[in-house]
Nanobody, 120 residues
Framework: QVVLVESGGGSVQAGGSLRLSCASPESFRSICMAWFRQAQGKEREAVAAIVTGNGETFYQGDMKGRVTISQDNANHIVYLQMNNLKPDDTAIYYC??????????????WGQGTHVTVSS
């Protein structure tokens, strides 16, 4: 059963910005929410994570410094603001969440992904 739904993907030129959204039902009481991405022919990699209780954020990889993860707890939405996008950022971006205490980089639930294409 899909409980995490991503939106906001699309096509953008290099240097542009996109904001991805991840909606979850109120019943999805996550400890952490995170964004991952997977480019064609490459392994999935972590991008950003947020501890839902205190808003602490973590970033990994090439997008560090160009992305911001945030949350709207009232509406159960997690965002990924992506700036200065590069063609190498072209990938499927996945929202993920973890329901129990543990690493935010090892989520238990995944969304179906949203495509981001960056053209040069």
């Amino acid at each position: 059963q899909v409980v995490l739904v991503e939106s906001g993907g699309g096509s953008v030129q290099a240097g542009g910005s996109l904001r991805l959204s991840c909606a979850s039902p109120e019943s999805f009481r996550s400890i952490c929410m995170a964004w991952f991405r997977q480019a064609q022919g490459k392994e999935r990699e972590a991008v950003a994570a947020i501890v839902t209780g205190n808003g602490e954020t973590f970033y990994q990889g090439d997008m560090k410094g160009r992305v911001t993860i945030s949350q709207d707890n009232a509406n159960h939405i997690v965002y990924l603001q992506m700036n200065n996008l590069k063609p190498d950022d072209t990938a499927i971006y996945y929202c993920a969440g973890r329901l129990d205490v543990g690493s935010c980089w090892s989520p238990s639930h995944w969304g179906q992904g949203t495509h981001v294409t960056v053209s040069s």
